[in-house]
Every structure is written in structure tokens, then in C-alpha cells.
């Protein structure tokens, strides 16, 4: 009985291997980073947004990354929601040093909206730029990042597009952890510059463009009014409407910082990373029986024949999941760029595969009701 279960592992996890192999190869053909752009880009206008709940400790950097971008910057709206720290008064010393800063203070949180996808609609109100540029203050932009995404947008012929960043001020404990977080993305949807189809399309809000008046004829943010992963719920929303929308690895042009610690990051992170707001029901429990065969399972069970050898199990199994830890391996070079800091917790991560399928499986089988401080009933 035992050897037939091995077996039927082995064949789950070889089909498991080529679905692998045909979502990460396209990567080989994807578009490079985005380079900044330090001269500037005429003939548009950007209007930045960035929503905030008691972010002073983080708006400061976001805000003077912003400060020292160029043109197609036309304005920068922050849209606070009733922060009880010093975020507000962070944000009001910075713009008198810049009057391209403006302060906005968005309506009471309507039933059946994530607060944060309600700053951006009040936001969007209120921006007259040709581009709207979505930003966390998390999010630290390098000079002439702003040009840059719109003149990738440009180059690239896309109405809607946002950009990969690089993770910087990880503990050790979150550049173990983090990675294996972000492989289980990888493996379900392919690398940033790669072109999915809508329903594999990934996103980042961190850094979300779009065209100002793409968003004001389709209801702006309101379709992705109720997700968690209000980012690529949005993007994928457009794309099946037809507009030109990608994801672009933009490691060279910006960093963020999301959490202090890795228990917040397991906790906050967590919560939205299995995208289960984007996709039907057998497609989450789909994708986690699949990451289960191509990253939970490889490292204990190569750890369990190493210490307790092959027995009667059979040879392709061994074969299988070493082919799978050394695609892993490789991927680890793929992605440090994404990271400012690496050292051996990065390098290690793979060893973190295990509990980041684990914590999929957790955020599955429980649908999240805060967020950010905020509690949220679940949708009717």
C-alpha cells in the first residue's frame, strides 16, 4: 500500500514539475529591470497617491524619495485616514518644504470597502494628473523613478502597470522567512516582466500606475473594493476588460521596508499572499495542492531518504524532488536582486519552503477580517 502511495507522489509530483517548468521558463524572455530616469520625462503629468493609517514612522523616507523627482511629477496627495500618531503632522511639515504635497483626510469607510481601496477612490477624486501612481509609505523611491514608470508604460504601449521593488531593512528572521513567501508566488504565476494571461497576472500596489482617465471610465478602484490583494484584484480586472496591463521588475527604481518583524509579516503579509480575493475556489485549493508537490514537499522528504535512505521507495521520487530543490536553488539567484541585504538567512530560505506552503494553507482556510488595525465583516 505504501509503495503505491510513493508511486502515485511521484507521478503527482512529475506533472506538478512540467506546469513548473512552463510557468518559470518564460522568464528567461522577460523584460530586464526598468532603469531610472534622472533626466526627467515631458509631456505628462503623474499625480501620486499614497493612502496612510498611522505610517509615521514610514512616510518620512517615502515622502522625501518623492520630493526629489522631476517632471512628469505634477502633485503628490496623501490621503490619510484618521491616523492617531504623527503621520499628519509628518506629512504637513513636508509640504510646506514642497507645495507639490497635499493632504486629504478621506470620508468614513463605507460598508463593503478595505480602507485602504477607499483612500485611493477619495484620492483619485481629487488628482489631475494624465497618470495616477498608487504608493504605500512603505515605499522609498529612487531619484528619477517616476519617469521611469511611466516611460516603461510608454515604451511598452500599457495603460495599466505596476513594478516589483527591492526589499530592504529585513531582519535575519524575515530574509529566511520572506523569500520562501515570495517563491510561493513565483511558482503559481511567473516572474515580473514575463506576460501571463489575465487570471495569472500578478501586481504590486507598492507601485501601481495607471492611466487617470482608464480608471474614471471603469469605476476607478471600486472593482477591487472588498480584496485583501486589492492590487491584483484591480489588475486583473482591467486586463479582462482589454486594457494593456503588465507587471515590470522595478528592483533598481524603488525599496520598501512593509513590516518590523517576521511575526508581522507572517501575520500581515500572510493574510493576502494566497490571492484568494482573485481567484474561484478550486483554483485556491488547486494552486495549493500544487505548491504542496513542488515546495512543501521536496525538502523533508529529501531529508527524510538522507537520513533514513531510500528504502523501498522508488528511485524517480529521488529523482523528482532533487530536480525540484535544484530548480529552488537556482531561482535564488534569479531573485536576490530583489533584496538589498542577503547573507545566509537569504541563501538558507529554501529551508523555509515547508511553512510558507503551511501558511498558505492557513490563510485559505481562514479569510481575514483585519487588516491594518481595522476590522472588516466578510462579504455577504
Wanted: charged fraction near 20%.
Amino acid at each position: 500500500m505504501a509503495q503505491h502511495v510513493l508511486v502515485a507522489l511521484a507521478v503527482a509530483q512529475i506533472l506538478a514539475a512540467v506546469a513548473l517548468l512552463r510557468r518559470l521558463l518564460p522568464g528567461f524572455r522577460r523584460v530586464p529591470p526598468v532603469e531610472p530616469r534622472p533626466e526627467g520625462l515631458t509631456g505628462t503629468t503623474v499625480t501620486v497617491l499614497v493612502p496612510t493609517l498611522n505610517e509615521a514612522d514610514r512616510v518620512g523616507p517615502c515622502l522625501r524619495g518623492l520630493e526629489r523627482q522631476g517632471p512628469p511629477l505634477a502633485e503628490i496627495i496623501i490621503v490619510d485616514s484618521g491616523s492617531s500618531d504623527a503621520t499628519v503632522e509628518t506629512v504637513e511639515a513636508a509640504a510646506r518644504g514642497d507645495g507639490r504635497i497635499r493632504l486629504l483626510t478621506d470620508p468614513p469607510l463605507p460598508q463593503g470597502w478595505i480602507g485602504k481601496v477607499w483612500a485611493l477612490q477619495h484620492g483619485l477624486a481629487a488628482a489631475h494628473g494624465e497618470w495616477i501612481l498608487g504608493m504605500d509609505a512603505d515605499t522609498e523611491a529612487q531619484d528619477g523613478m517616476v519617469a521611469a514608470v511611466v516611460g516603461a508604460a510608454l515604451d511598452h504601449g500599457l495603460d495599466l502597470v505596476s513594478f516589483a521593488p527591492r526589499f530592504d531593512g529585513q531582519t535575519p528572521a524575515e530574509r529566511w522567512l520572506q523569500p520562501a513567501l515570495l517563491v510561493t508566488l513565483v511558482y503559481r504565476f511567473g516572474a515580473a516582466g514575463a506576460s501571463p494571461v489575465p487570471d495569472r497576472l500578478l501586481a504590486n500596489g507598492q507601485c501601481f500606475l495607471v492611466r487617470r482617465e482608464t480608471l474614471r471610465s471603469h469605476g476607478g478602484y471600486e472593482p477591487a473594493r472588498r480584496s485583501f490583494a486589492d492590487d491584483v484584484t484591480l489588475a486583473r480586472h482591467y486586463a479582462r476588460l482589454g486594457v494593456p496591463t503588465g507587471f515590470l521588475d522595478g528592483s533598481r527604481l524603488f525599496r520598501v521596508r512593509a513590516y518590523r518583524s517576521a511575526r508581522e509579516m507572517w501575520r500581515e503579509w500572510g493574510r493576502s499572499v494566497d490571492l484568494a480575493d482573485t481567484v474561484s475556489p478550486g483554483r485556491r485549493w488547486g494552486d495549493l495542492a500544487y505548491l504542496i508537490l513542488v515546495q512543501g514537499v521536496p525538502v523533508p522528504l529529501l531529508a527524510a531518504i538522507a537520513v533514513f535512505g531510500l528504502g523501498s521507495a522508488p528511485f524517480v521520487l529521488l529523482w523528482v524532488n532533487s530536480f525540484l530543490l535544484g530548480v529552488r536553488l537556482l531561482l535564488l539567484k534569479e531573485l536576490a536582486r530583489s533584496y538589498e541585504v542577503r547573507g545566509p538567512p537569504y541563501w538558507l530560505s529554501w529551508l523555509a519552503d515547508p511553512l510558507a506552503v503551511f501558511r498558505i494553507l492557513l490563510s485559505l482556510l481562514r479569510r481575514p477580517s483585519e487588516w491594518r488595525g481595522r476590522v472588516y465583516r466578510s462579504p455577504d
